[in-house]
C-alpha cells in the first residue's frame, strides 16, 4: 500500500474517477495536522505520539510538521522509525516489557525514557541503561471506569508495587517519574482524575519528588455522531487536578494520544460486493482487514453510501448484517450496522474516523486485505 500522490479534492471524487474495488484509505493531512495543533495548543505540558496506532510515514511527517516533537514507542521498528523520519525528537520507550536486545537497541539509538511495571524488567534497566539524564516512569493501574477496554488486563503495577518500584527508581539514579493509561476511547474527562490523584498518593508515599507525570493516551476520536470528544474538558480537569493534587511538587506533564490524533485524518470507502437476498450486506474489507478494531470497541456510526457515480444513497435507515470478503463466519461486524434501505451493489460504504488501528492490522487473510490509500484536500464526501 503506498500513498498516492495525485491530490484529490475529496472522497467522491475519487471514487467516481477511479471506481475502484479494492478499499481505499482517504488521508488528509489538513486534518492531521489541525488535530496535533489542537493538542499542542490546549494540552498544558508535553505531546508525544503513540506510533502503533498508525506509524505511516505519511503520518509522522505531518505530525512532526505540525509541531508533534516527542513519540511513545513499542519497539525497535517503532524507534527507527522515528530516528529516520524525526531525527532529533524525544522517544519514549514505553513498553514496560523488553527483551535484552531491545534495551540495548534503544540505548544505542539515544533513548532517554523508559516505563516498567515490574521489579524484574526494572533490574534490567538497571542492568543495561546508563542512570545519566535517563528517565524509568513507573507504571500503574487502578480498576477500569470509562473506557472502552482495559489496559490494565496486561499493563500496570498495582499501587503498593509502583511504591516500590518508585523509590527503587530514586535509590538507582535515574530520573523518577509515574506513568498511567485510563484505558481506550475514553469520552469521560473524569477517567483521568482518580489516577492523577492515585499519582500523587504513591510519590509521597515513596518519598519521592517526581519529575514528571505521563497522563497516557486514552483521549478520543471522534466514532459516534452524538458524542463529541471533550478533549479541551479533559485538558482543563487534568491541569486543574495535577495542581490540587501535587501543589508545589506538581511535576512536568506529558499525554501520549494515538486515536486522538490519526483517528479522523482518514476515511475508508468499502464497496458493497453483493447483497444477499436483500438481508445480508457483504463488504470487500472486515475484520480481518482495516475494519479489525469495530468488534473490539464498537461500531463506528459515521458512515454514508454513495452510488458508484458518487450520488449520496438517502432512503429510511435499516439495520444491517454486515460482513467482510472472507470465508470466516467471525468477519462480521458487531450488531447490527444502519445503512440506507435502497444501497445496491457495487455502492460505497463511507466509514469517517477510520486513521487509528486501521493501517497496521489490516491483513491478506483469504487473499484480500490490498487497501490503496489516497490524498485529499477534504474527508467531506
Aim: hydrophobic residues 40%.
Amino acid at each position: 500500500m503506498g500513498l498516492s500522490k495525485t491530490i484529490w479534492t475529496n472522497p467522491t471524487e475519487f471514487l467516481r474517477n477511479q471506481q475502484p474495488e479494492n478499499p481505499v484509505l482517504f488521508f488528509s493531512p489538513s486534518a492531521l495536522q489541525a488535530a496535533a495543533r489542537r493538542f499542542i495548543d490546549g494540552f498544558p505540558g508535553m505531546v508525544t505520539y503513540a506510533v502503533k496506532s498508525n506509524p505511516g510515514e505519511e503520518v509522522i511527517e505531518n505530525l512532526a510538521a505540525a509541531g508533534i516533537r516527542g513519540y511513545d514507542c513499542a519497539s525497535a521498528f517503532e524507534i527507527d522509525l522515528i530516528r529516520r523520519l524525526a531525527p532529533d525528537a524525544a522517544i519514549h520507550y514505553n513498553n514496560p516489557v523488553r527483551a535484552r536486545a531491545e534495551i540495548l537497541h534503544a540505548v544505542e539509538k539515544g533513548v532517554k525514557s523508559y516505563s516498567v511495571d515490574s521489579k524484574s524488567e526494572l533490574a534490567k534497566l538497571i542492568e543495561l541503561v546508563p542512570t545519566a539524564d535517563t528517565e524509568i516512569s513507573v507504571r500503574f493501574k487502578l480498576p477500569v471506569s470509562g473506557a472502552a477496554y482495559n489496559f490494565g488486563a496486561k499493563f500496570g503495577a498495582t499501587v503498593e508495587l509502583a511504591t516500590e518500584l518508585l523509590k527503587t527508581v530514586a535509590e538507582a539514579g535515574f530520573i523518577p517519574s509515574i506513568t498511567f493509561h485510563p484505558g481506550t476511547q475514553c469520552t469521560d474527562p473524569a477517567a483521568w482524575e482518580t489516577y492523577i490523584r492515585t499519582a500523587a498518593d504513591i510519590a509521597r508515599d515513596a518519598g519521592v519528588t517526581i519529575a514528571r507525570l505521563n497522563v497516557g493516551g486514552g483521549f478520543p476520536s471522534h466514532r459516534l455522531s452524538g458524542v463529541l470528544p471533550q478533549l479541551e474538558a479533559t485538558f482543563q480537569l487534568i491541569d486543574r487536578v495535577a495542581t490540587e493534587s501535587f501543589g508545589d511538587e506538581r511535576p512536568l506533564l506529558v499525554c501520549e494520544p494515538g486515536r486522538a490524533l490519526c483517528g479522523d485524518a482518514f476515511t475508508l470507502a468499502a464497496r458493497i460486493k453483493a447483497l444477499r437476498d436483500d438481508t445480508h450486506v457483504f463488504l470487500n474489507d472486515g475484520v480481518y482487514g482495516s475494519l479489525t478494531e469495530l468488534p473490539l470497541i464498537g461500531v463506528i456510526d459515521r458512515i454514508e453510501v454513495l452510488s458508484p457515480n458518487g450520488d449520496r444513497r438517502q432512503g429510511p435507515t435499516v439495520p444491517r448484517i454486515v460482513f467482510g470478503p472472507t470465508c470466516d463466519s467471525v468477519d462480521r461486524l458487531p450488531g447490527e450496522v444502519p445503512l440506507p434501505a435502497d444501497i445496491h451493489e457495487g455502492d460505497y460504504v463511507i466509514v469517517q474516523g477510520m486513521g487509528a488501528y486501521s493501517v497496521v492490522t489490516n491483513s491478506r487473510f483469504n487473499g484480500f486485505g490490498e487497501l490503496q490509500m489516497a490524498t485529499v484536500l477534504s474527508l467531506r464526501v
